[in-house]
């Protein structure tokens, strides 16, 4: 049906930057609301930052400032930039995808999500 691939995860050290892309594939006419979550060892899956189909944003206070997320429609992909980061930003970070498909000639909403990228910030 729909894929969703992250890339970009790696070890980085605090202050640094880091960029993750989440690619979407498959059979669908487009790609709504899009986000990326985190989730670390012992803590809940946490909304980080995310972004409709027109471009409107949300974030989650701490990280306000220094993550940026963006998207690109032509190639399906969603971006988040990760500036001055922090040993608590350190998680698995999940790619979210609200999509559009056909489903019996008719406009359906479906939820998916990536399998995650591994982000570990050193001090």
């Known amino acids: 049906q729909v894929q969703l691939v992250e890339s970009g995860g790696g070890l980085v050290q605090a202050g640094g930057s880091l960029r993750l892309s989440c690619a979407a594939s498959g059979d669908f006419v487009s790609l709504s609301d899009m986000g990326w979550y985190r989730q670390s060892p012992g803590k809940d899956r946490q909304l980080v930052a995310r972004i409709t189909s027109q471009g409107v944003t949300n974030y989650i206070d701490s990280v306000k400032g220094r993550f940026t997320i963006s998207r690109d429609n032509a190639k399906k992909m969603v971006y988040l930039q990760m500036n001055s980061l922090k040993t608590e930003d350190t998680a698995v970070y999940y790619c979210?995808?609200?999509?559009?498909?056909?489903?019996?000639?008719?406009?359906?909403?479906?939820?998916?999500w990536g399998q995650g990228t591994q982000v570990t910030v050193s001090a």
């Open positions: 979210n995808a609200d999509v559009i498909s056909v489903v019996s000639g008719r406009f359906i909403r479906r939820n998916y």
